[in-house]
């Protein structure tokens, strides 16, 4: 069964597999070869290792530098969030993590609720291209969404006053908390984003090969244990699939 999806989907015999380097939960660094580790890259090797297939990386700064370049043949399998916007073009499989996306707000501002982050005389910065400037995108109508190039520089917004609130992936934004009493956290995320295994459009089998892999880690619990390995337990949840 392997070799016939094997084929399908890396014809050269050599897995590309597209990282995000931007997601600081799923690649948590590199070795001293420069090679990225972290949940991402591991999660790519293994799906290698199962179609015995050799792999390399091919790196990219967002995500939506992957999504962009589905039909550039730069990538075999990608490791995104799911939109609907991407789907036109890109298969997922079923999410195998949940990562929380919250607002960071400050005090003074007296904003408690996600609801009220939506309102004219709010500005929201946000990393763009990210799963949840999509979401916000699709479901923000009334406050201004200011867009940065990276997720250090939508962090620099609201340092600099230019934004009032950030739009960010909550253990980030934890951490920014703690280090300003001048800022506060709303608990309740604004969305999650189900992080997925992506290809290109048009290939059934190869998605359903995928799928049931995918279910299959969850159940014998390799994904709990790469967020043991990498101590996010507490940041990351399972999908209950």
Do not use: C
């Amino acid at each position: 069964m392997y070799q016939s999806i094997s084929k399908k989907l890396a014809p050269t015999g050599i897995l590309r597999i597209a990282i995000n380097t931007s997601n600081f939960l799923l690649v948590s660094g590199k070795n001293e070869q420069g090679i990225p580790t972290g949940i991402s890259p591991d999660l790519g090797r293994k799906i290698a290792e199962e179609l015995n297939l050799k792999f390399k990386y091919i790196k990219f700064k967002k995500p939506s530098e992957i999504a962009d370049s589905v039909d550039q043949d730069l990538w075999d399998v990608g490791n995104i969030a799911f939109d609907p916007k991407r789907a036109a073009k890109i298969d997922f499989t079923k999410p195998y993590i949940n990562i929380d996306a919250n607002f960071l707000v400050k005090k003074k501002d007296k904003i408690k609720t996600n609801s009220q982050v939506d309102e004219l005389n709010n500005k929201i910065s946000v990393f763009e291209g990210s799963a949840y400037d999509l979401w916000l995108s699709k479901n923000f109508k009334n406050a201004k969404i200011i867009r940065a190039a990276s997720v250090d520089e939508s962090h620099d917004l609201f340092y600099k006053n230019e934004a009032n609130i950030i739009a960010g992936l909550r253990s980030k934004l934890i951490e920014d908390a703690k280090k300003n009493d001048d800022f506060e956290l709303i608990e309740k995320p604004f969305t999650f984003i189900g992080q997925a295994i992506a290809i290109k459009k048009g290939n059934p089998d190869v998605i359903k090969y995928l799928n049931d892999l995918i279910l299959e880690l969850i159940k014998n619990k390799y994904i709990l244990e790469l967020l043991k390995k990498y101590n996010l337990e507490d940041q990351l949840t399972i999908p209950n699939l």
